[in-house]
């Protein structure tokens, strides 16, 4: 058998007019108009569908762009370099001390680390007005977009809940703790907190 190239829109519509009637017609027994109208019908729902495919990407570059805009108008807003300095150096002596309880050697410093990451973590999402009223929430109602780190913002913040309702029957090695606040920090990085 040959390949078909080409759309026989009579047959289509014979089938559909045999199967709406119940009758088994020949094609001259069916009339023109049927087959004609038929015919400019499905031509019509095909050109309309491209219409509406077109329509809805267009909507969602439109859409994708306006939340990028808004995004960056925000990071745009001049702030004066004295309200900055203060915020800016606490968040890193505060992230200094993260540091370095999770470079210790001990597993309940290890911990109070993460934990206090995650405090971080929630009062930076705060900060760039994402809404709930957990960290998990906040995560939920992020942008993977706008918020490239979301990922292991996620990874991290499952690590502290595994340590908080865990307790101390969770095995916390240090590898675990490297990489859980390698993580806090890159989240962090993303959106100058640090």
Same mark, same amino acid.
């Given at each position: 058998?040959?390949?078909?190239?080409?759309?026989?829109? $009579?047959?289509?519509?014979?089938?559909?007019? $045999?199967? /709406?009637?119940?009758?088994? /017609?020949?094609?001259?027994?069916?009339? +023109?108009?049927?087959?004609?109208?038929?015919?400019?019908?499905?031509?019509?729902? @095909?050109?309309?569908?491209?219409?509406?495919? =077109?329509?809805?990407?267009?909507?969602?570059?439109?859409?994708?762009?306006?939340?990028? $805009?808004?995004?960056?108008?925000?990071?745009?807003?001049?702030?004066?370099? @004295?309200?900055?300095?203060? $915020?800016?150096?606490?968040?890193? =002596?505060? +992230?200094?001390?993260?540091?370095?309880?999770?470079?210790?050697?001990?597993?309940?410093?290890?911990?109070?680390?993460?934990?206090?990451?995650? /405090?971080?973590?929630?009062?930076?999402?705060?900060?760039?007005?994402?809404?709930?009223?957990?960290?998990?929430?906040?995560?939920?109602?992020?942008?993977?977009?706008?918020?490239?780190?979301?990922?292991?913002?996620?990874? =991290?913040?499952? /690590?502290?809940?595994?340590?908080?309702?865990?307790?101390?029957?969770?095995?916390?090695?240090?590898?675990?703790?490297? =990489?859980?606040?390698?993580?806090?920090?890159?989240?962090?990085?993303?959106?100058?907190?640090?």
């Amino acid at each position: 058998m040959g390949n078909v190239d080409f759309l026989n829109l $009579e047959y289509i519509i014979l089938r559909i007019y $045999e199967l /709406v009637t119940g009758l088994n /017609v020949d094609l001259e027994e069916v009339p +023109w108009t049927v087959l004609y109208w038929g015919g400019q019908l499905v031509l019509l729902g @095909l050109t309309l569908s491209v219409i509406l495919l =077109a329509f809805i990407v267009y909507t969602r570059i439109r859409i994708v762009f306006v939340e990028h $805009e808004g995004f960056g108008d925000k990071d745009a807003a001049v702030v004066s370099p @004295l309200e900055e300095a203060p $915020e800016l150096e606490k968040g890193n =002596a505060r +992230w200094e001390n993260i540091v370095k309880l999770a470079a210790s050697g001990d597993e309940s410093n290890w911990r109070r680390a993460i934990i206090e990451a995650d /405090v971080m973590l929630g009062e930076m999402l705060t900060e760039q007005g994402y809404r709930g009223s957990t960290i998990g929430d906040q995560l939920k109602d992020a942008n993977p977009l706008q918020f490239t780190t979301l990922d292991l913002a996620w990874r =991290a913040h499952k /690590v502290r809940n595994d340590v908080a309702h865990g307790g101390e029957n969770f095995v916390l090695t240090e590898r675990d703790t490297r =990489a859980t606040i390698d993580q806090y920090g890159r989240v962090f990085e993303e959106f100058n907190f640090i």
